[in-house]
């Protein structure tokens, strides 16, 4: 089970996180991008740190919800908009709630994903976060269906998210301002999936901790 | 980094505030955020807004007034405004007769407008949009997020601005604006890169005899690295690009040469000389002429050629007055 307590606790880690490799996603997109996903995440993830206190006695959906929001009005760029819909449409399926069982994480974490897909108009494939994400969805979804223990499906899910990072350096960007760039986007692993990859990462971590 | 700037965290509001202090009588800035409007806000006509990352001075805020913009929203350096920003932007500027938002198309520009007009229609507040996709150095395909939109963004401010101002409808607005996207059509290159405040480096390198062909506004990469030539060649490759793109042959246009923001107004007037007997041989009639910094990439050097294709109407509406600190007419 996950309370609200943990959900706190994995969003300051995620902040101390991005902030930590900050320098190192700036460094990405500058190869095939803008080159601000770190400073824009960074930024980002300081004011929700800040928010989080007046959070705490909030409901794990009220907490989503309240992060998303807040990335949406801090971060900017594309990732604002879709990080933000992740955490809002996350939030949504969390309402009320504060406890999450397995099923309930990966709903939650499947709405996200939905939210990025409807936000962004992108599909897996196209050299994304959701190059990331979707994989660590289906590997966390079939650990939990096949009776595995939520931290090892949630480990599956984070070595699927890291090899859809590999993954994104072999193809050719179709959305978001690497496409401009065709074949000279390969063999850089994109930005945005790594930053998906270090929120899963650090969620493992933070409930491996416990 | 050497800039002249305070601290990394102030150059966008520092900015904007000089800007309004720059036009006190025209201009204002909206508490708590980078948002100009002008100081009176206009009644019955539809309310243009636009805006974007910061870095690209005098756009947008420079363009916001009488026969242009009524509301710019100024993001961090090369970084869309946040939707909470641009929504309280429209709401300053909305009238009953609306609000058409002109977005450059960037993927981040697009979501948080989407995202600010969803707002806005949840206020009852008439809002539509307009994405300007000016720049041919890059494919409009599939497999893109298409063409990125530049410089010809400012025409799209003047005219539909003129437009506007004439009390016609949303639809009439969005019309003409869709009209100058259909017609217009944008280049640039860069001679040296450009260091955003917050990451205190330069975006890419170019060695002292390369150039990079097809750059956007923000740094990003274009079509290819070349070497340095004149500068009547490379803005011969930037213009015979344009020129196939769209037929503008015995037609007359409007010539924007911009600088990128380093580039000495010395070297852009020795480009538009090459560029105005170029486009007489190949039967381009010019009708006007810019020649200035439009829309920069904070200190990069460079340049772009736009070309808009005009039509009665569109003549009309770029002749009409205008009354902004970075364009009067």
């Known amino acids: 089970m996950i309370d609200t307590k943990k959900i706190l606790e994995i969003i300051a880690a995620i902040a101390k996180k991005i902030e930590a490799e900050k320098d190192f996603l ?76 397995a099923e309930e994480f990966a709903a939650a974490f499947e709405a996200a994903i939905g939210g990025i897909k409807m ?33 090892d499906a949630l480990k599956d899910g984070v070595d699927a998210a890291a090899e859809g990072v590999e993954y994104t350096k072999t193809i050719i960007a179709t959305k978001g301002r690497a496409s401009y760039l065709k074949e000279r986007s390969l063999g850089h692993q994109d930005p945005g999936a790594t930053s998906s990859l270090y929120m899963l990462q650090t969620t493992l971590e933070v409930l491996q901790r416990s | ?79 869309s405004p946040t939707p909470d920003k641009i929504f309280e932007g429209i709401q300053a500027v909305a009238t009953d007769a609306g609000v058409l938002c002109i977005v450059k198309n960037y993927t981040g520009d697009v979501l948080n407008f989407e995202m600010a007009m969803d707002m806005a229609s949840d206020e009852d507040i008439k809002v539509d ?41 949303l639809e009439e607005v969005k019309a003409v604006a869709e009209k100058v996207i259909a017609n217009v059509r944008t280049m640039g290159m860069a001679i040296s890169p450009c260091t955003v405040p917050a990451a205190g480096k330069p975006g890419f390198e170019l060695a002292e005899d390369e150039i990079e062909i097809g750059i956007g506004i923000h740094g990003e990469p274009g079509t290819h690295r070349d070497k340095i030539a004149s500068a009547d060649e490379i803005a011969k ?8 793109d769209i037929d503008y042959k015995n037609r007359e246009v409007v010539v924007m040469v911009n600088g990128m923001g380093a580039t000495p107004l010395m070297e852009l007037y020795i480009i538009n000389n090459f560029v105005q007997d170029y486009l007489k041989e ?24 736009t070309l808009l294709r005009l039509d009665d109407e569109l003549k009309k509406l770029y002749d009409a007055p205008a009354d902004t600190p970075a364009l009067k007419r």
């Not at chain 2, 190949?282 to 050629?305: H, L, P, Q, R, W």
Request: hydrophobic residues 40%; neutral net charge; proline residues 2%.
């Open chain 2, 282 to 305: 190949a039967g381009v009639k010019v009708y006007d002429t810019m020649v200035g910094n439009f829309m920069t990439s904070i200190e990069m050097a460079g340049f772009s050629i």
């Open chain 1, 26 to 101: 700036t460094e990405l997109d500058n190869e095939i991008g803008d080159g601000d996903h770190g400073i824009n995440l960074a930024r980002g993830f300081k004011s929700v740190e800040e928010k989080l206190p007046g959070l705490a006695d909030k409901d794990i959906g009220a907490i989503l919800k309240g992060v998303g929001m807040q990335l949406v009005s801090t971060v900017g760029g594309a990732s604002g908009p879709l990080y933000g819909t992740a955490f809002m449409k996350a939030g949504n399926v969390c309402k009320g709630k504060k406890n999450l069982t």
């Open chain 2, 129 to 169: 949009h307009v994405v300007v996709n000016d720049d041919v150095a890059v494919q409009d395909s599939l497999y893109t997020t298409g063409r990125r939109g530049v410089a010809g963004t400012i025409l799209v401010h003047k005219i539909a601005g003129a437009k506007a101002e004439t009390g016609a409808s």
């Open chain 2, 237 to 244: 490759t930037l213009l015979d690009k344009i020129l196939a």
């Open chain 2, 1 to 79: 980094m050497k800039k002249l700037i305070n601290s990394v965290e102030a150059v966008e509001e520092q900015m904007i505030l000089g800007l309004v202090k720059s036009a006190p009588d025209k201009l204002r800035k909206l508490e708590g955020g980078n948002v100009v409007v002008r100081a009176q806000k206009k009644a019955n006509k539809v309310a243009l807004v636009s805006g974007g990352g910061s870095g690209h001075e005098p756009a947008h805020g420079g363009f916001v007034g009488e026969g242009m913009l009524d509301c710019a929203v100024a993001g961090a350096v090369f970084t």
């Open chain 1, 119 to 151: 936000r962004g108009k992108a599909v897996e494939g196209e050299k994304t976060m959701l190059d990331a994400l979707c994989p660590a969805y289906k590997a966390l979804k079939d650990g939990i269906d096949g009776g595995k223990n939520f931290l």
